[in-house]
């Protein structure tokens, strides 16, 4: 299976901006990829729309998600708390030289479930100080409400510093290896889509080996 692979460029001036803005200059500036990988069909064929925008500054990583679903749910306001129930988009990473990955997971509220590790069963979950550390704006505010139904178009930009991920003095082009996920899995659609394909019998977001290719310019 040939491993995906996307660059995303250098756009130095993200960091002077308000994290809302930063959502609009992606949006006109940055390219888009589609998280259209539907791995466990048979028992999980809904597709909601969902794309993402990337590009990164000298200290940070910048993804910009948008999606269109027919149920939208935003229960868990606390950080570290089940996320991926909701209406999710998540972002796992693994760095240059690491034998451990990253899992950054939200819902469509902003609400963050991150932690690092080397296996699933042994995350090494992130403070509140060190999530307070990731840049969020949330289209649909930032109040939890019980699952609603209808047809809805949401976004959400982050921003992960480089220096939380152990990468003090970035050089560029750096190449990582990452996944991109849109997920629900407590809503009345459930579903699990990855931007690189996971061949699993189940759904699985925790595989490193099948993550793509992340080259920052």
């Not at 990582?176 to 061949?199: D, R, V």
């Amino acid at each position: 299976m040939k491993t995906k692979r996307i660059n995303i460029p250098l756009i130095e001036s993200l960091d002077e901006m308000d994290i809302a803005t930063v959502g609009e200059t992606l949006e006109a500036e940055a390219p888009k990829f589609g998280i259209n990988c539907v791995n466990w069909k048979a028992e999980f064929p809904y597709h909601p729309i969902t794309a993402f925008s990337a590009a990164h500054s000298r200290n940070y990583i910048y993804i910009d998600f948008f999606t269109r679903c027919n149920y939208l749910r935003a229960v868990n306001y606390k950080n570290n708390t089940p996320v991926s129930q909701d209406s999710c988009v998540e972002f796992f990473l693994q760095t240059p030289g690491s034998d451990e990955y990253w899992n950054f997971e939200f819902n469509c509220i902003g609400t963050v479930n991150a932690s690092h590790r080397k296996e699933r069963n042994n995350p090494r979950r992130l403070t509140d100080e060190e999530i307070s550390q990731i840049k969020r704006y949330a289209s649909c505010g930032n109040n939890p409400f019980q699952e609603l139904e209808g047809l809805f178009y949401w976004s959400l930009t982050i921003g992960i510093p480089f220096n939380l991920l152990g990468i003090d003095n970035p050089v560029f082009p750096m190449e990582i290896s990452g996944n991109f996920y849109k997920c629900a899995s407590a809503t009345s659609m459930p579903h699990y889509l990855s931007w690189a394909p996971i061949k699993t019998d189940k759904p699985d977001f925790h595989r490193p080996e099948f993550f793509g290719k992340i080259v920052l310019e």
